[in-house]
Every structure is written in structure tokens, then in C-alpha cells.
């Protein structure tokens, strides 16, 4: 809408040619006067020929040019109450076409249209770079072209800013009216009025859009009664609503704010959109404050770190949006709740430390296999992965030494229940401030990375969070009462563990010392439960007391040599019969621990019988003491950790046994 022009010696703005004289202007602000008639009553200035328009602002700017002209001379007091009465209804009528025209054109935005604005700039923004590198190879196949060609210009795009998803929350060419009236109310000293109308308006439109987004108003006690699968739900609404609320509705609201006040002082259009973002956005904002205060359990933390990246990542946005004295408070908040979702995310952290000590599972896991602890513990590592970025920026980058535990409980903290920095198990602080915990910024006195590696927080907490791990699982591997399968449940645990670690991106984290080590403790207890389980059956090959002199010279004792036999069997069965139900689920570490027992136990029992199977030839029933041949053993032992009954029971060996004859001691 074009304006009138100034009236010399006025402050009117420039554009139209101005109505002569407080008349001309009475005339026209009378014509429009609710009491005047019906027409003035039923119909709006601007829903008229725009001439009317015009020539009403004219009238304005002409009352506003006298009034000034009256206040400098002091000559006329009666003309000044008539300039002034006048200029209030002028206000009164310009105030109700301020309103009607918000209210005609400030609807709420649907949002599913609003999202994938927002998904098509997030898209767009993230082309640039590859736009940015195409146009540097065409710029470096330029360089590379002859004389000629260098000269020559190719046409190439290049993005210019990023592309953000502002809307037109009112058409543009209302923009213009708006200005206009906002600009003849503040001049008039009607700035209170301007924008309590404007702001109470746009604030209505803003919340019944944010409420098609979803977003809800929630109290304290409402999110900290809600069940997590809920809370989960609205966790994922809210990180979706507060990018698309302060990226398009937020900075599309603020940008509207600045083009209507654009005349007006700085401060009187951030008072305007402090006036009507702040609720809107507090209504957000409080529900972030709310779950980071509520109760903590492990499986928050994840959401809770998305909350975090969200509002981390929102936050320059928000500063720059609400921007501005009036603002502060509200930049404010948005910076402390940020600092709580951060404090609540390092609590849960501990609060995970804390689960696993706890966990106090007194019932074994059958067959020995990996433990539903193991398993929620590394799959939980492995998710921390996703979010190391956010998790070393909470806990620090500084690189540190991991200390000596000497003078501390196992846990890491003092004798009297603090760590050596006055941290406690809920994370906090004597200073307030956000140190680690010592035991998880100390030196490793086992060579865990090198021995004297340095790491970051984040690493040396994931690897104290193995330590705690494996402290538990060793409590529960005393529950088996076989301590072959006690090493067993422990070997198939630290591969479990190791495994993990290996293959997802928690190896960068640790380090390859870590691997190592770890994976040399998978080797021994290996090696301790083949001397536990198999140690007894190699024994009944020995050579010892077979010789009536003790010579291999000398003869062979027969009933010694007996024994021997039924010795190696019981031992063997009763080693089988306890293992048919043990497991190792790793293929190449069922097969590595096969090969390896059937090293052992394969060649001493074909030496064995090769030595001694002969002299029972003679014997009555050879069957009963040579049951088995070395192809016998060897089908078992490459059945062994299935988790099942291998399908050749002792007495179908002993079936083939008796069929094969006396062949077998030759096999």
C-alpha cells in the first residue's frame, strides 16, 4: 500500500499527495466514524476500493502534521482538542483495521505442508558441499584447458546461503497495509495498542499451529507420571516440532515481526515478538525442562541425547531469532535447560553404571551361553557410538591419564562415598562443575591401552562400563557348580564383548590395546576349561602303572591296562554327558575350541590304543573295555556345543563298537 506523502513541515511519509487541511481530513475520518452511519459500521477501510485506503491514511498524516504544527505555536488550544479528538478516532478506526486485517489473513499453517517445506530446505542445505565441490572441478577442469579455452565461460549454479524454511505466514502484498497502520498508531503514541493487537493475534495463530504439530501443553507432574513407552513417543514429536517450529514458524513469525515494524525502533518490534513467541516457545522449552528433571532409568538415554543434540543444535537459531533486550530471559532459559538435559544425560549414564552393579540374576544361563546382561550392555555401547559426538563434548575432550585405583573402593570412589574429585554417584559435583568422575579419567595400571595411553572421558567411562560388566558377570559364573562350564560361561561372555567391541565403531573408542588384552583373556579361560573338562580323560592315557616294572621293556599289566580302558570311558561319557546341553554360539570360536580339543585328546587316544589295543585282542569281550574308536571320538568332539543332545548317545557307540569288533583299536 502506498503512502501519503509529507505535508511540509510534517513527519508524514512520503508517496501520495496529501489532503489539504484539518477539514478535508475531518471529513474523512467522520465518513469512517462507527456513529456516522451504517456503512462506516458494516464495512472495513481496506476491503474498499483502495483509494479509500489512501485517502484515510492522507487524513492521518494530515491530523498528525497539524497536531505537531498546534504543539510548536500553542496558538489555538481549541483547534488542538479538535486535532486531538479527531486523531483518537483515527486510532480507534485504524486499530480496527489492523485487527481485521490479522485476523483475515492469519490462519494456522497445515502441517503436513510445513514439515516438508522444512524437509525440502533441509535437503537442499545439505546438496551445498556437493554443489560446492562440483563447481571446483569445473574450476579445476578449467585450469587444465588450453589458452583458448580458458577464456571461454561454462554456466554453473552455485547455492548462494542456505536455503532456510521461512514461510509467508500473511500474504506479501498485506505486509505493506500492516506497515502502514503500524506506523501511523506509533507515530500517534499508540504503540501499546499496536502491538497488544498484533501480538495477541499472531500468538493465536502461532499456537493452534504449533497445536496441529502436536505439541502439547504438559505440566512437570504429567510428563513424570507418564509410562516411558508414551514419553518415548512425545520425546520423538517434540524433537520434530521444535526443528520445524524454530526453523520455519519461529523465524518466519520474527521476520514477519521485523517487515510490520519495520519504521518503528528496534526495541519496539522485539518487545512485539518477545510478547508473542515467548509462551509459545516456554511451551516447548518446558517440555524439554521436564523430562530432564524427571525420574532417570537407562533406557532414557538415548532420547535424552536426542533432546540434547535437538536443542544444542537449535539454539544459535534461537539466540538469533530472539534477539534483543526484551529476549534475554528466554535465551536464558533455553541455555539451562539445555544444561540440565546435559546434567540428566550424565546422571543416566551413571544411573546405567549403577543398573549393571545391581543386577543380581541368581539364575544361571543354561548351557553356559552369553548372558541377556551381555547383551543389553554392548548393544547399549554400541548405540553410545551413534552419539559419541554429543556424549565427549558432556563429558569433556581433554585427554587424560587413567590414575592409580589404589585408595578407593573397587567402584572408584573414596572411603567415605565420594570420588577423589568430591564427584558423587549421581554425577554431581561440590563446585558445580562437569569433571569426570576419576575412575573414569585415570591412568590403566593393566596395559588396557599401552599402559600409559592417554584417552578421552568418554573412552575411559566405556571401558570402566566393561569393567563393572565383567565384575558381574564373574559373580554369576559362580553359580555353576561344574568349573569347566564356569569358564566356558566366561570365555563365550569376553568374546561376546569382544566381538561387539571389534566390529562397531566402540573400537576407535577403546583402542586396539583393548582388543588385544581382552582377547587374550578369552584365550585362557579356553585353555581353563579344556584342563577342567578334559584334564581328567587325558589322564587315563597315561603310560604310568601300565608296566608291571614300570619300563615299557617290561610286560603289560592286563587288569591295570583294564582299568585303564573303563576309566577313559567313564571319563569321556560322563565329560559328553555333562556337555550335551553347553554352548558356544559363535561359529569360528565352536569350531577354533573343537579343533583345539581334538589336538588334544585325538592323537593321545590313537597312541593310546595303537600302544595297548592289542593285548586285549585275546581277551574275552574286547568290546567291554575298547567301546570306542578315534573316528568315534572325533564325530563327538565336532558335535560338541550345539546346545543339543548329539544324536550318537554312548550306547550307539558302544552298538558300533560291538559290530566293529577288535578293528576298532587299529583305527
Not at 38 to 43: G, I, T, Y
Not at 195 to 219: D, F, H, M, P
Not at 224 to 236: A, F, P, Q, T, Y
Not at 290 to 317: G, H, N, Q
Request: with cysteine; charged share 30%; aromatic share 8%.
Amino acid at each position: 500500500m502506498a503512502d501519503s506523502s509529507k505535508k511540509n513541515g510534517s513527519n508524514a511519509p512520503p508517496g501520495l499527495t496529501p489532503v489539504r487541511g484539518l477539514d478535508s481530513a475531518e471529513d474523512v475520518v467522520m465518513q469512517w466514524d462507527l456513529s456516522s452511519s451504517e456503512h462506516a459500521r458494516q464495512s472495513m477501510i481496506w476491503d474498499c476500493p483502495r483509494d479509500e485506503a489512501i485517502a484515510y491514511l492522507e487524513a492521518v498524516d494530515e491530523i498528525q502534521s497539524a497536531l505537531e504544527s498546534l504543539l510548536v505555536s500553542q496558538s489555538n488550544k481549541k483547534e488542538m482538542s479538535r486535532a486531538q479528538n479527531l486523531r483518537q478516532l483515527a486510532m480507534a478506526r485504524l486499530e480496527e483495521e489492523f485487527r481485521h486485517l490479522l485476523l483475515a489473513y492469519s490462519d494456522s499453517i497445515d502441517p503436513e505442508w510445513l514439515m516438508e517445506n522444512c524437509s525440502r530446505a533441509a535437503s537442499f542445505s545439505s546438496r551445498r558441499l556437493d554443489d560446492v565441490a562440483a563447481d571446483d572441478a569445473v574450476d579445476e577442469a578449467h585450469s587444465s584447458d588450453d589458452d583458448d579455452e580458458k577464456n571461454e565461460e561454462i554456466p554453473f549454479s552455485r547455492p548462494v546461503g542456505e536455503m532456510k524454511p521461512l514461510v509467508d505466514l500473511v500474504p506479501p502484498v498485506i505486509v505493506p497495509d500492516l506497515t502502514s497502520i503500524t506506523q501511523r498508531m506509533l507515530a500517534a503514541g499508540y504503540k501499546r495498542e499496536c502491538v497488544q493487537v498484533y501480538a495477541s493475534i499472531r500468538k493465536n495463530a502461532l499456537e493452534e499451529t504449533l497445536k496441529r504439530l502436536g505439541v502439547e501443553r504438559l505440566s512437570i507432574d504429567e510428563v513424570g507420571r507418564m509410562r516411558w513407552e508414551d514419553l518415548e513417543v512425545k520425546i520423538k514429536k517434540w524433537n520434530q516440532s521444535m526443528k520445524v517450529s524454530v526453523r520455519a514458524l519461529f523465524a518466519s513469525e520474527k521476520r514477519l515481526c521485523d517487515d510490520v515494524f519495520s519504521d518503528a525502533p528496534p526495541n519496539v518490534g522485539d518487545s512485539c515478538f518477545n510478547e508473542l513467541g515467548k509462551g509459545p516457545m516456554m511451551q516447548l522449552l518446558s517440555f524439554g525442562e521436564a523430562v530432564a528433571i524427571s525420574r532417570r532409568s537407562p533406557e532414557k538415554l538415548f532420547k535424552i541425547l536426542d533432546m540434547y543434540e535437538t536443542l544444542r543444535d537449535l539454539l544459535p537459531e534461537i539466540e538469533e531469532i530472539f534477539c534483543g533486550e526484551a529476549c534475554a530471559p528466554l535465551r536464558s532459559d533455553a541455555e539451562g535447560i539445555l544444561m540440565r538435559l546435559g546434567e540428566c544425560a550424565r546422571g543416566t549414564f551413571a544411573d546405567f553404571e549403577s543398573a549393571i552393579q545391581r543386577d543380581g540374576a541368581r539364575t544361571p544361563v543354561p548351557g553356559g551361553g552369553v548372558h541377556p546382561l551381555t547383551r543389553y550392555v554392548m548393544n547399549y555401547i554400541k548405540f553410545m557410538c551413534d552419539y559419541s559426538d554429543t556424549l565427549k563434548l558432556l563429558f569433556g575432550e581433554k585427554e587424560c591419564d587413567l590414575e592409580d585405583e589404589e585408595g578407593s573402593n573397587r567402584d572408584g570412589s573414596n572411603r567415605d562415598g565420594s570420588n577423589r574429585d568430591g564427584s558423587y554417584r549421581d554425577g554431581s559435583y561440590r563446585d558445580g562443575s562437569l569433571r569426570e568422575s576419576p575412575r573414569y579419567s585415570s591412568r590403566s595400571n593393566d596395559g588396557e591401552r599401552g599402559g600409559s595411553a592417554e584417552l578421552s572421558p568418554l573412552a575411559v567411562q566405556t571401558i570402566w562400563i566393561t569393567k563393572v560388566l565383567l565384575s558381574n558377570l564373574e559373580e554369576k559364573s559362580k553359580l555353576y557348580k561344574d568349573l569347566s562350564l564356569t569358564y566356558l560361561f566366561l570365555m563365550n561372555n569376553i568374546h561376546y564383548i569382544v566381538q561387539k567391541v571389534k566390529t562397531t565403531e566402540v573400537r576407535a573408542l577403546v583402542g586396539d590395546d583393548w582388543v588385544r588384552k581382552n582377547t587374550s583373556q578369552v584365550r585362557q579361560y579356553a585353555s581353563s576349561y579344556q584342563r577342567a573338562a578334559w584334564g581328567k580323560v587325558l589322564l587315563c592315557l597315561r603310560d604310568e602303572g601300565i608296566h608291571t616294572s614300570g619300563s615299557f621293556s617290561s610286560g603289560v599289566s592286563k587288569p591295570v591296562l583294564k582299568e585303564r580302558f573303563k576309566s577313559f570311558n567313564a571319563a569321556f561319557e560322563e565329560v559328553h554327558k555333562a556337555q550335551m546341553s553347553w554352548v558356544v554360539f559363535d561359529e569360528q570360536l565352536r569350531d577354533e575350541l573343537r579343533i583345539s580339543i581334538s589336538d588334544k585328546i585325538l592323537p593321545a587316544y590313537r597312541s593310546f590304543l595303537g600302544r595297548y589295543g592289542h593285548y586285549l585282542d585275546t581277551q574275552r569281550h574286547p568290546e567291554r573295555y575298547i567301546k570306542y574308536t578315534s573316528d568315534d571320538i572325533e564325530e563327538v568332539l565336532n558335535n560338541l556345543f550345539e546346545g543339543y543332545m548329539f544324536s550318537h548317545s554312548s550306547r550307539d557307540l558302544r552298538r558300533r563298537s560291538s559290530h566293529h569288533g577288535s578293528s576298532h583299536h587299529g583305527t
